[in-house]
């Protein structure tokens, strides 16, 4: 019911680090789950079972899909401030007045990193103020993973967030996934771990934690697990792993340079700074709904109505017309 021992392995070498003392320790609750969506289910029922009073703190805005999975785990949510829509970044003060107005204890849904849809993270120093609040509010963070690697091209880097949260002697939990960085959409291969005070309640939550998956999905597929475990257990096939995920991370930040650079030169009179400002697969790109509505009508280009593009689907080959109905509808 827990899935493969292996991937669960080396998912946690990944996101907590290889030497980590608490994987040594067994500290670590560990099962592997359906993906990203499939790990945060699993937690939103294990927080509805074991804390039916407790909600869930969502950021604004967050992945759509993020609220259809505490709501149908019947868990109430509640949301703090997150994105700055003048700037078109942090709006880090909201964000810290919200987390310490919260009642002491709550839950807390954090990106690790390359936050979708904005692509707008938290600085290293930010994370550490937002941490030092978390501990003086004891607060419970869940860190949803799903692109470490895919963000700056270092999955160390990427698990930065987490790595603070964990020096600074927070009980965590992670929902990882494979989809982007393995390209393994379709195995629906992830790992949900949730850090623990010792190695008896670790194995109490993984017992309850499989309990949970039984009756919904039975066991997790095997098929993409193999491939996790691997490429990330052989030294020779990580090693090229890394490789192809910073060629991966690096072109979407070249083509987040380029997009800017073509806009700039078209002459608009706004500020697209921001482009390269943000991080990750999605640019969060300040276009009112009516302006994605005249790229889809008029230029035959596609994305959600909020503006969000998916720099994985740009190109040299397109990006300067994309730049040019941008400009040509933001005028």
């Known amino acids: 019911m827990g899935g493969s021992s292996h991937m669960i392995e080396e998912s946690l070498k990944l ?152 020096d600074d002697g927070h009980l965590i939990g992670c929902a990882q996934s494979f989809a982007k960085n393995m390209g393994l959409y379709g195995q629906r291969a992830g790992c949900l771990s949730i850090l623990c005070d010792n190695e008896m309640e670790a194995v109490a939550v993984k017992s309850q934690l499989q309990q949970l998956g039984r009756p919904m999905y039975s066991n997790p597929p095997v098929h993409g697990a193999l491939i996790v475990s691997t490429i990330l257990g052989d030294p020779e096939l990580k090693k090229l792993w890394l490789q192809e995920v910073k060629g991966m991370a690096d072109r979407i930040i070249g083509m987040r340079t380029t997009l800017r650079e073509n806009l700039e030169k078209l002459g608009s009179p706004l500020s697209w700074e921001h482009i390269t400002n943000q991080i990750g697969m999605f640019c969060y790109s300040g276009m009112s709904p009516e302006q994605v509505d005249r790229l889809t009508n008029e230029y035959h280009i596609y994305m959600t109505r909020n503006g969000r593009i998916s720099m994985a689907g740009v190109t040299t080959g397109n990006v300067g017309y994309l730049a040019n109905a941008i400009h040509e509808v933001t005028k």
């Not at 003392?21 to 670590?28: E, G, L, N, Q, V």
């Not at 289910?41 to 505490?70: E, G």
């Open 15 to 166: 996101a907590y680090g290889e030497n980590s003392d608490f994987i040594k320790d067994k500290r670590i609750a560990a099962v592997q789950a359906l993906s990203g969506t499939g790990a945060c289910r699993l937690f939103a029922d294990f927080q509805k079972r074991f804390l039916p009073d407790s909600q869930i703190y969502i950021p604004v805005p967050t992945w759509a899909n993020h609220h259809n999975i505490w709501r149908d785990a019947r868990v109430p949510q509640n949301t703090f401030r997150y994105y700055h829509a003048e700037t078109k970044g942090l709006d880090f003060s909201s964000l810290m007045e919200d987390i310490k107005n919260a009642p002491n204890g709550s839950f807390f849904l954090l990106h690790a990193c390359a936050h979708n849809p904005t692509g707008v993270d938290p600085s290293e120093e930010q994370w550490r103020e937002i941490s030092h609040l978390f501990k003086s509010k004891n607060h419970f963070p869940l860190f949803d993973m799903a692109y470490q690697g895919f963000a700056s091209g270092d999955p160390e880097r990427d698990a930065k967030a987490i790595r603070i949260f964990l």
